[in-house]
């Protein structure tokens, strides 16, 4: 089977969860024995160009690349604002573009995945080629109120919608995209070694010191949580064993950097990893013992628990959105109201060892059902469908 995949970037330019997403379908398809390509917008040069990339084809185009993502305290410049809202309604050239690739690569199938900067009339121009489109939905800004008329009429050429999480669909269905659609729930997913797996969470159910490791992995914004987080931390009693100490281990960059930098000057337990690359970051999990992801927005998924959970950390999540479908589905950690309060209260459950030794003793049990192998096949059905 001849699969293209369409994001607006691609490895090495990876700019979030999607792009990570995106790379392990791609490269899981390959090794069984299907045609890949990747459409993005993140030409260095102002063509198209033709790249491989561990089997997969890489066509990276120049008409969707201005794309930005503007966050609280980062201002954009008004010329790229407009530029960003045209392209996200319609952008024709990209279209153009897309012909080109439908044309050299010809696909059975098209897999969108984040349309920033493409738009959604490139399902239109699929349609007119005859390729079924499979759309999966990583974020909601399709339902945003300047972009939703324009979704809404080209959603008609999607022949299935999936997310990662339930919540997600249902949200779109609510808002009256895809309502014709067939539609799927299927989760995302990472490599899964199981042997690495046992054997971390045999190392960690081990330990003998004392300190227990609390970890913040993702994005220094608001809609995080973490401040909260922060707040919660700094009021959070170690427990009656004098010998008991605890550290909060932060990964990640954003314009919440200054609060965490203020923070680990009060309070040296706080260590601030800044950016870490994927090598290093399994190098934190591995020291760690408890993921807190405290979202206090619905996330479409969450893969921050699931690598967590991979990693024989046991997890404190928001209860909203994707990450509280994860919660549920793999039955260990807790899921809570990410207030202040409640969080001083999970993270003082955790700072016995035996209760996080429980939760990872059970953690084998679900972590099969969020392999990229999984992912992949719940794809690969949906293509031959």
């Known amino acids: 089977m001849k699969i293209l995949i369409i994001n607006p970037y691609y490895f090495p330019n990876m700019q979030g969860g999607t792009e990570q997403v995106v790379k392990l379908l791609a490269e899981e398809y390959v090794r069984v024995g299907h045609d890949v390509a990747v459409l993005t917008g ?37 010329l790229i604002k407009v530029k960003n809202n045209i392209n996200h309604r319609h952008n024709i050239p990209v279209e153009h573009e897309l012909e080109d690739v439908i044309d050299n690569f010809k696909p059975d199938v098209i897999h ?9 009339t490139i399902w239109k121009v699929a349609h ?3 390729i079924r489109v499979i759309h999966t939905l990583h974020d909601y800004w399709l339902l945003e109120p300047k972009f939703k008329k324009w979704a809404q009429n080209n959603s008609k050429y999607v022949d299935c919608v999936t997310a ?19 539609s799927a729930v299927v989760p995302n997913g990472i490599p899964v070694n199981i042997e690495y797996h046992k054997r971390i969470v045999e190392q960690k159910r081990s330990r003998s010191d004392t300190t227990i490791r609390f970890l913040y992995v993702g994005q220094l914004i608001e809609k995080k949580g973490l401040l909260q987080l922060l707040d919660a931390y700094s009021n959070l ?22 609060n965490v ?40 998924f969450g893969m921050v628990a699931i690598e967590a959970f991979y990693h024989g950390l046991t997890v404190i999540a928001g209860n909203t959105g994707g990450l509280n479908e994860i919660m549920q589905n793999m039955k260990v950690g807790r899921a ?29 049990e679900g972590i099969l059902q969020y392999s990229i192998n999984n992912q992949a096949s719940g794809f690969l059905k949906l293509y031959k469908q």
């Open 164 to 182: 990662p999480s339930a919540y997600t669909l249902e949200e779109f269905q609510h808002g009256g995209l895809f309502d014709c659609t067939n």
């Open 336 to 364: 809570v109201d990410p207030t202040v309060d409640n969080l001083v209260e999970t993270m003082k459950y955790y700072c016995d060892r035996e209760h996080i030794i429980a939760d990872i003793d059970s953690l084998k």
């Open 237 to 258: 009693s170690t427990g009656t064993a004098e010998n008991l100490k605890t550290e909060l281990h932060i990964c990640g960059t954003g314009y919440l950097k200054d």
């Open 112 to 120: 969108t995945q984040n349309l920033y900067g493409f738009s959604s």
């Open 42 to 78: 993140d030409s260095p040069k102002d063509k198209l160009q033709k790249d491989n990339v561990n089997g997969v084809i890489i066509y990276r185009g120049v008409k969707g690349k201005f794309v930005m993502h503007p966050e609280k305290g980062n201002q954009n410049p008004l």
């Open 261 to 300: 930098l203020q923070a680990t000057e009060k309070d040296k337990s706080i260590i601030y990893h800044g950016f870490v690359d994927k090598d290093g970051l399994t190098k934190v999990y591995e020291q760690c013992d408890v993921l807190v992801a405290p979202s206090i927005w619905a996330e479409p």
């Open 128 to 130: 007119k080629k005859n």
